[in-house]
C-alpha cells in the first residue's frame, strides 16, 4: 500500500471552499481528501505548510512559450517540456502549448512534437492548441498573413486523428475560412472548436455554436465587437450559456471596466477563463525576438510588432489572477476558479481537474498569503521547476 504524503497548510481552497488548518493528503498522483491537520494518518508522509495557502493547480489553454522557447520554432518533447517548465514557476500545472499560424510543414511537426509529448508524460502537458490557420484575414492581428487559408479535408482529417489516436486538442477557427460542416465533424469527433480572429456578425456566429463550437478565443481582441445594433462575436459569446470564453487580463488587451462589464454579462452555464496567451518571453529577461521573421519588441508588460500591433502577452498565470482579484476586484475565490475551475470545466475535464477533491489529480500551487508563489506540485509530485 502506498505512503500517503500530508501537505499540511494554513488555509486550503478546493475550487469551490476553504478549508483552515487542514491537510491535502494524497496517494500517488491523486488527491485522497482534505482533513483536519490533527487527523493527518500518523504514517503519513507529512510536509509542513503552517502559514501558507494550497490552490488549485491553474490551467493554461492558451501558452505560445516560456523559458525563451515558442511553440513553433521548436516542436519536440524538450521543447514542450522547457514551456511547462517556465510556466510551472507560477503555478501553472497543465496548459495547451499552442501554435499560432504557420505552414503546413511546421503544423504536421507540431502535431507530432504533440504526440511525443503525449508519449513522454511530459509534466505539465495537458494537449494542443491549434490557433489558425484557418483564420479571418481581416482580423488576423499579428498572424502571418502568407499563412491563412481555407480549411481543407487533410487539415480536418489531421485534427480528428489526433484526438483520435493520442490525446486532447483544441482549435480556433473563423467562420471565414471554416465551415459549419467542419466544425460539427471536429466536435463529434472530440475537438473542442473556439471561435476567434473573426469578423463574423452574431447571427453568423451562433450557427457555429450550434453546429458545436462551444469557446470564443482571447475575448474581444481579434474579433467583432458588441454593437448597439450588430452584437459581433463579442455579444454572441456572453450571450450564449453554452460558450465559454477565454480571456487575456493583463490590463493592456482590455480595459479593466470592460472587463467587469463582461464578467457581469456572460451567461452561464458557460464561464470566462483565464488565458495567458503567453509568448517566449515568460521566465527569462528577453528584451526582443522574432516570429515568423518579424521583430517583436518587449516594454513594460507589452509585446508588440513595429507597427504596434500586440502580439501575445507577456503575462503569467499567477500574475492574471492577482490582477482581476485586485484590480479587477474580484473575491479572490471567483479570481483562483477563474484559472482553475472555469478553463477546466470550458474543455471537459472537471471531473479530474480544476478542484482539490477526493479522486482527483494532485495538482495545486502553495502560495503565501500575499498571493507569492511558493511550490508548484504537478501529479502528486512537487516541480522541479519550482522556485
Known amino acids: 500500500m502506498t505512503t500517503p504524503t500530508a501537505v499540511v497548510a494554513a488555509r486550503i481552497f478546493d475550487g469551490a471552499n476553504w478549508f483552515e488548518d487542514g ?18 494518518p500518523k504514517d503519513a508522509y507529512r510536509i509542513d505548510h503552517d502559514d501558507q495557502w494550497l490552490v ?67 509534466p505539465g502537458f495537458l494537449g494542443l492548441h491549434l490557433e489558425g490557420p484557418h483564420l479571418s484575414l481581416e482580423r488576423k492581428g499579428a498572424h502571418n498573413p502568407s499563412f491563412i487559408r481555407p480549411m481543407g479535408p487533410t487539415d480536418l482529417q489531421a485534427i480528428c486523428n489526433y484526438r483520435q489516436t493520442t490525446g486532447f486538442i483544441l482549435t480556433t477557427v473563423a467562420p471565414e475560412n471554416v465551415t459549419t460542416e467542419q466544425v460539427s465533424t471536429l466536435a463529434r469527433a472530440g475537438v473542442v472548436v473556439s471561435i476567434g480572429h473573426s469578423n463574423a456578425t452574431a447571427e453568423r456566429v451562433r450557427t457555429y455554436f450550434d453546429a458545436g463550437a462551444s469557446m470564443v478565443t482571447h475575448l474581444f481582441n481579434a474579433m467583432s465587437q458588441l454593437g448597439h445594433r450588430e452584437p459581433g462575436i463579442v455579444g454572441a459569446a456572453l450571450d450564449d450559456g453554452r460558450v465559454h470564453a477565454g480571456l487575456i487580463a493583463d490590463g493592456i488587451h482590455i480595459d479593466p471596466a470592460t472587463i467587469r462589464i463582461a464578467l457581469r454579462a456572460k451567461l452561464a452555464p458557460g464561464a470566462v477563463f483565464l488565458v495567458t496567451d503567453a509568448m517566449q518571453s515568460i521566465g527569462t529577461a528577453l528584451s526582443e525576438f522574432e516570429l515568423n521573421g518579424r521583430s517583436i519588441r518587449r516594454n513594460e508588460g507589452s509585446l508588440k510588432l513595429d507597427d504596434g500591433t500586440l502580439a501575445g502577452a507577456d503575462i503569467d498565470m499567477l500574475a492574471s489572477v492577482k490582477f482581476v482579484h485586485e484590480v479587477i476586484g474580484l473575491p479572490l475565490e471567483h479570481a483562483l476558479a477563474m484559472a482553475s475551475v472555469a478553463p477546466a470545466k470550458a474543455i471537459g475535464v472537471d471531473q479530474q481537474l480544476g478542484f482539490l477533491k477526493p479522486g482527483y489529480i494532485a495538482d495545486f500551487v502553495v502560495l503565501t498569503d500575499r498571493m507569492e508563489h511558493v511550490e508548484t506540485w504537478i501529479d502528486g509530485k512537487k516541480s522541479a521547476a519550482s522556485r
Do not use: M, W, Y
Open 56 to 122: 488549485p493547480g491553474f490551467i493554461d489553454l492558451q501558452v505560445n512559450g516560456g523559458g525563451g522557447i515558442r511553440f513553433g520554432e521548436e516542436t519536440s518533447a524538450e521543447a514542450v517540456r522547457a514551456i511547462t517548465a517556465a510556466h510551472a514557476r507560477f503555478g501553472t500545472t497543465k496548459l495547451l502549448p499552442t501554435l499560432i499560424t504557420d505552414t503546413p510543414e511546421v503544423t504536421r511537426r507540431a502535431l507530432e512534437g504533440g504526440r511525443e509529448a503525449q508519449a513522454a508524460r511530459i
Open 23 to 40: 491537510a491535502l493528503l494524497l496517494e500517488g498522483e491523486r488527491i485522497v481528501r482534505i482533513c483536519p491537520k490533527s487527523d493527518v
